[in-house]
Each structure stands twice: as structure tokens, then as C-alpha cells.
């Protein structure tokens, strides 16, 4: 006997491409459908300011009901979202397979595929999302890049806010020198063989470097490839393209459809030499593992990569379970914060990250697994900005509370956002910057990469 609804959740293939997406009519009449579904159960009211824009919106109407709502008046609710997929993951009991077929990340996609269309990004959001472009531009104008977004830089930061909307007191990304960027550091410098283990095993690994790890953070690609070539895994480091997550945030699918065409063919060529891919942002291997596939279903690159991806702390703990881990982990002590980005919960794969760190003796970590309240770009705009302090306060108090030696998360964006918090309700508080799990883990088999400037 079928059970309708019992199975494990699943996500349906995103036709973005049958105009049938994008038709207003359609499209409203699901929007009406399922804010119905989310209004009756409310479960998800604490996740993000979507959800209590929705049930205010509705519970201020003239019946109280959906019926009495303009549609026009959906914009801020959808505006709200930052695709981190929580709700989905965490705490919809009405997602794919149930019958009342409740995918909420996936219907506030769809409207900004119809806004993007009626071209509603405005020219600045689309450009500060180009972060390939971006990263390559700016590393080769490092210093006066950095200046120039810095926070303590006031006409600087005046201009972004007039001509890019980015609001004045959101930290922004670094980037590091040209010389820096992971992968001219990784061909100019050799495999770190002097690492290796005794009897080196049998993996490979091509890193994906991603546009956080190439342009912003590639002591995470380093980290990362010292501590594989201490447990005997052959690396190498590429970056054929950005993910397309930055296109996915409003909507440009088609964007995202030919990023993903572009770095899978990329990545399976090493796939076909039986390489593992690992992905060095949680983002980007969300992108390769689950948002690709039913972007461009038929492509059968993007199906085997699929397959064959892997998120940093998911594969040392693969190898930990599989063939044990080198030995010199010294122990770590100090009490580490540990953040749970979203898009690594939205893996499903559990907290690998705190799996991985565990592995260390005498581990001191503290998981904080609430959302950063960040949502890539969407955090760092002027409407938004207010909006990402309050949904992460939890995460802030919850940080000051643990009074950690290190606060650690994944996502390179959601670690300064919160280290940023931290600061504005205790100024001096805590430590000054964030790190990548991975690095602590290399600190422990005595490797410092540094970090970036």
C-alpha cells in the first residue's frame, strides 16, 4: 500500500523554462495556495522575517484570511526571503511528497524568475552579484578595492550605498592580491608532498575553488589541500566559473542554467580521471549537489557531478570513517563557536562540521545552529541590511554567552555577519575575525595557512 505523503522529502524539477512558470495568473493562484498552508500552520514563524511579514499581513487584513489580501501586497513578504532553505529542511511538515506539495524557498524563486524577467533586478544588483568578474577585477586592485569598501571609508561607503544600494555598515568581502588567488598560489606552488602520509591511499581530489575560496578566502583551498596531503590525497585546484547561487538570488536562471553547464563539463572531465570534487564553500557545493540538477535535469554532466560532490568537512570525515585519519592531531582545547551555515543544514548530511572537529582531541565545540540572518548579497543592501541583525540576534547572544576562543563557521559570509553582530551588541567582544572549521583542523596537525588580509 502507498502512503501519499510519508515518504522522504523531495524536491520537483524547476521549469523555468515553460512559460507556464512565469504566468502572473498561474502564479498567483500558487502564491495564494500555499501562503494559505503556511498561514494555518505557523511553524516556520521564527525562521526568518518572511514568515511574520506573511501572518501579519494576512492576520491584519479585513477577514483575517488570505481572501481580503491584495496580491500587490505579497512583495515585501517575498523580498524577505533569502532562499537559505530552512524552512524546507527544518520544519515544513508539508513538503514533496505530502499532497499539500509546500516548497516555500522554491515558490519565492519562482516570483523573482517572473521579476527578472520584467527585469526588477535593478543594473547594480546585477552587478554586484557578478563575483567571478568582481573577484578577478579587484584582486588586481587589492588595496584600493579594500579601501574603497571599507567600512571606516565614509565617501566610499556613501557611493556604494547611492549607486549600489549596499548599506554603509555591512562588512563586505576582502580580497586578497592577484598573486594570492588560490589557484595561481596552488600552480605556483607544488603538492605539499612533504606532508603526505607514510602509505599514501588511493583518493584524489579536485577542489573547486570557488569565488569566495580563489578571490576572498583561499586559506580555506590551502587548509583544505594540507590537510588532504597529510591523510595521502592527491589534490588539484580549479575554478572554471562561479556557482551562479549569486544569479539564483533574483532569479536569473538562465544565468545559473549556463553556469552550470560551463563548470560541470569542467569538473566531470576529472571525475572521468576518478577524482572526488570538494567544494569549498557550502553555497556552491549546494548548487552542484541538489540546485543544478533540477535546474537543468537533462544534463548528464550535471547529473554525474552530482554524484561525485562533496562538502570540506563531509569528506574528512568520509576519510575518517573509511580509512582513519593520519595521526598528529594535537588537542584543542579552547571552546571553538561553532555556526551551522544554513546551506551546509540544507545538504542534508547532518553537522559535519562539528563532526569533523570532534575528531580532534580534547574538542571544546559549541554548535550554533540557527540561520546568520545573512543571505549573500541580500544581507549587505540597504533594505535588508537591519533586517539580517535582527533575525541573527539569537546567534549573537548565543555567541556572547559561550565566550569562545574561536568563532568558526563555513560560510565566509555568514562568520564576518556574525562576528560583525557580535560587536555591535558588545563592542570589543569576542574574537575579531571568523574562521573555516578546516583551518582549525590544520592548526591541530600543526599547518597554518595564515589567513587572508
Known amino acids: 500500500m502507498h502512503l501519499e505523503g510519508t515518504g522522504a522529502p523531495t524536491r520537483h524539477v524547476i521549469a523555468w523554462d515553460d512559460p507556464s512558470y512565469t504566468d502572473s495568473a498561474a502564479l498567483d493562484a500558487e502564491l495564494r495556495r500555499q501562503f494559505d498552508v503556511c498561514h494555518g500552520c505557523r511553524r516556520c514563524f521564527n525562521l526568518c522575517d518572511s514568515f511574520p511579514r506573511l501572518f501579519d499581513l494576512i492576520d ?44 516555500f524557498p522554491h515558490l519565492m524563486l519562482r516570483y523573482r524568475v517572473m521579476e527578472n524577467r520584467h527585469g526588477r533586478p535593478t543594473f ?47 562588512w563586505l568581502p576582502r580580497y586578497v592580491r592577484a598573486r594570492d588567488v588560490l589557484v595561481t598560489r596552488a600552480a605556483r606552488e607544488s603538492e605539499p608532498v612533504n606532508l603526505l602520509a607514510p602509505a599514501a591511499n588511493k583518493r584524489k581530489v579536485v577542489l573547486y575553488a570557488t569565488c569566495a575560496g580563489n578571490f576572498n578566502k583561499p586559506e580555506v583551498g590551502l587548509a583544505t589541500r594540507a590537510v588532504l596531503a597529510r591523510n595521502g590525497v592527491e589534490t588539484v585546484v580549479v575554478h572554471p566559473g562561479c556557482c551562479g547561487m549569486p544569479q539564483l538570488e533574483i532569479g536569473d536562471l ?14 566531470v572531465a576529472w571525475v572521468d580521471k576518478d577524482y572526488d570534487v570538494v567544494a569549498l564553500t557550502p553555497s556552491c557545493a549546494l548548487m552542484l549537489k541538489f540546485e543544478w540538477p533540477l535546474i537543468v535535469p537533462k544534463d548528464a554532466n550535471v547529473a554525474r557531478l552530482a554524484k561525485a560532490t562533496h562538502d570540506v568537512a563531509e569528506y574528512i570525515v568520509e576519510i575518517a570513517k573509511a580509512e582513519g585519519l593520519a595521526e598528529g ?36 565545540i559549541s554548535v550554533v545552529d540557527r540561520c546568520s540572518g545573512h543571505g549573500g548579497a541580500w544581507g549587505a543592501e540597504k533594505p535588508n541590511f537591519e533586517v539580517a541583525l ?22 565566509p559570509l555568514a562568520g564576518d555577519h556574525i562576528v560583525q ?5 558588545e563592542p570589543g567582544a569576542g574574537p575579531k575575525t571568523a574562521v573555516h572549521p578546516i583551518l582549525l583542523f590544520a592548526r591541530a596537525y600543526g599547518i597554518d595557512v595564515g589567513a587572508s588580509p
Not at 592531531?329 to 570532534?358: F, T, W, Y
Open 421 to 425: 553582530g557580535v560587536q555591535e551588541l
Open 60 to 103: 491584519a487584513s479585513q477577514s483575517g484570511e488570505l481572501d481580503t489580501v491584495d496580491s500587490k501586497d505579497f512583495q515585501p513578504v517575498i523580498d524577505a526571503c533569502t532562499l537559505c532553505d530552512m524552512c524546507f529542511m527544518t520544519k515544513c511538515p508539508y513538503v514533496p511528497p505530502h499532497a499539500f506539495n509546500i516548497d
Open 254 to 267: 538562465a544565468a545559473v542554467a549556463a553556469s552550470a553547464k560551463k563548470v560541470s563539463a569542467e569538473l
Open 390 to 411: 535582527k533575525v541573527s540576534k539569537p546567534v549573537f547572544r548565543r555567541v556572547l554567552d559561550l565566550k569562545p576562543a574561536h568563532i568558526a563557521s563555513e560560510c
Open 124 to 170: 547594480a544588483q546585477r552587478q554586484i552579484r557578478k563575483t567571478d568578474r568582481n573577484g578577478a577585477l579587484a584582486t588586481h586592485l587589492s588595496a584600493l578595492a579594500n579601501w574603497g569598501t571599507s567600512v571606516a571609508n565614509k565617501l566610499g561607503r556613501a557611493v556604494l550605498a547611492a549607486f549600489a544600494n549596499i548599506h554603509p555598515r555591512a
Open 329 to 364: 592531531l594535537a588537542p584543542m582545547p579552547e571552546p571553538v563557536a561553532l555556526h551551522i551555515s544554513c546551506h551546509s543544514r540544507a545538504q542534508n548530511m547532518g553537522a559535519k562540521a562539528a563532526d569533523m572537529l570532534r575528531l580532534i582531541p580534547e574538542a571544546n
